[in-house]
Every structure is written in structure tokens, then in C-alpha cells.
């Protein structure tokens, strides 16, 4: 069954640096979404891409962050000066057309140090 | 705004018991989808089941079963016959279909352990 792969699993930065997390939705989806999830605590919705734009961020995803699909494959979320509060599970989700539930993937772990 | 709420926190049972998980929504729009995702403790999310604002039809999956009440706003999630591999994070979803992003308003969870 085709899933959505994330990569980094875990990933260690110092506060100030620049990550970027990447993600590889299902083939023939057409949505793409990130969100996240400090630990503990619930699942928080940060960006959704359609068309190849931006189609709704929330107020979390502030000017430090950027999503990107380069190519016809990836889907890249970047954190452009890291700070402690982004510390989180990030995770990625796709899904193929209306309605349709979304697809998430196993999730990477950012931790700032 | 959407709104998702699950009060139960923690639920402890015993293996072979039923659960039920409860959740309650808010929404202005007319059309819909809720959703159901399971959290392991390996950490990804598993959906398990997507219900439109309109099929208000119970649902049934060998041990799974959903209880959908729109007068109630709520979709509740009942586990039959409960077993130690049930031990996870159950999180409720809403999207809203107007023509948005149909984002995910999740719930905060509950966390389940089925003793053996």
C-alpha cells in the first residue's frame, strides 16, 4: 500500500540554524500538509499546498517558516532560525481529493538544542 | 471556527472490556468530515475511519464500531473485546469541506491502555 515517507526521523539542530524536513506524499495525491505536534500534547495543523501554493496556514506558521515541492515528488517544510519552541513531531500528511482522509507519515522528530 | 473536543483524557481497562471514546465537535458548516486517527506509541498516526456530515450510518469494523449523532454533534468510538495492542493515543478529527483546505482540527486525545 503506497504511504507518505518522511525523512529525517530524528533530527538534532542547534537554536538559530536552518532545518529542512522532507517529505515524499503518495503519488497521485494532490493536498500536501504539515503539522505538528509538541510532546504531549495534540496535533496541531501548520500549512496545507495545493496547486502549487499555499492554500491555508495557520497563525503558528509565522515568517520563519516556507514550504516548497521542488519537484513533481517532494514536499519540503523549512525552518529557517530554529528556536527551542520548535522542538516537536513533524509530520507530514497528504491526501487525494475531496473529502478524502488525509495520509500521515511516521513523522519527524526535531529536537533544538 | 472548528472546534474538537475529547474529555477523556486517560481510560484504563482491562483486556476483553469495551471502551467507548467519546468526541464532540463544533461547526458552522453544513458539510463535513470527521475523522478518527490512532496514535501507537511508536508515534505515526493511523487513520481509521472517515464519516461525512451526511451519512449519519453507524459503522462497524470487526472489533471497531462508530457512533455518528449530528443532533448531539458528537462521533463516538467504541472498541469491542478491548486487547493489549489497542493501547494507543485516539485522536477525532474535523475538516471542513467550504471550499478550504479541509484542514485537520484535532481533539487532544485519549490515551488507552488495555491491560492484560
Known amino acids: 500500500e503506497p504511504e507518505v515517507t518522511q525523512t529525517p526521523s530524528h533530527q538534532v539542530t542547534q537554536m538559530g540554524q536552518e532545518v529542512i524536513l522532507r517529505c515524499v506524499p503518495i503519488?497521485?495525491?494532490?493536498?500536501f500538509y504539515w503539522y505538528r505536534q509538541i510532546l504531549g500534547q495534540k496535533v496541531e495543523f501548520l500549512v496545507s499546498?495545493?496547486?502549487?501554493?499555499?492554500?491555508?496556514k495557520s497563525e503558528i506558521f509565522d515568517d520563519q517558516f516556507s514550504v516548497e515541492r521542488p519537484d513533481g515528488s517532494n514536499f519540503t517544510l523549512k525552518i529557517r532560525s530554529t528556536k527551542l519552541e520548535d522542538s516537536a513531531m513533524y509530520f507530514c500528511?497528504?491526501?487525494?481529493?475531496?473529502?478524502?482522509?488525509?495520509?500521515f507519515g511516521d513523522g519527524t522528530r526535531l529536537s533544538i538544542l | 471556527a472548528q472546534k474538537v473536543t475529547q474529555a477523556q483524557t486517560e481510560i484504563s481497562v482491562v483486556e476483553k472490556e469495551d471502551v467507548t471514546l467519546d468526541c464532540v465537535y463544533e461547526t458552522r458548516d453544513t458539510t463535513y468530515y470527521l475523522f478518527w486517527y490512532k496514535q501507537p506509541p511508536s508515534g505515526e498516526l493511523v487513520f481509521l475511519i472517515r464519516?461525512?456530515?451526511?451519512?449519519?450510518q453507524n459503522e462497524i469494523s470487526g472489533r471497531y464500531s462508530w457512533n455518528f449523532q449530528k443532533s448531539t454533534s458528537s462521533f463516538n468510538f467504541t472498541i469491542t473485546a478491548s486487547q493489549v495492542v489497542d493501547s494507543a493515543v485516539y485522536f477525532c478529527a474535523l475538516s471542513e469541506a467550504g471550499g478550504g483546505s479541509e484542514k485537520l482540527v484535532f481533539g487532544k486525545g485519549t490515551k488507552l491502555t488495555v491491560n492484560p
Open positions: 503519488s497521485n495525491h494532490l493536498y
Open positions: 499546498f495545493y496547486n502549487n501554493e499555499i492554500s491555508e
Open positions: 500528511a497528504s491526501r487525494k481529493g475531496v473529502g478524502q482522509p488525509q495520509h
Open positions: 464519516r461525512n456530515s451526511f451519512d449519519e
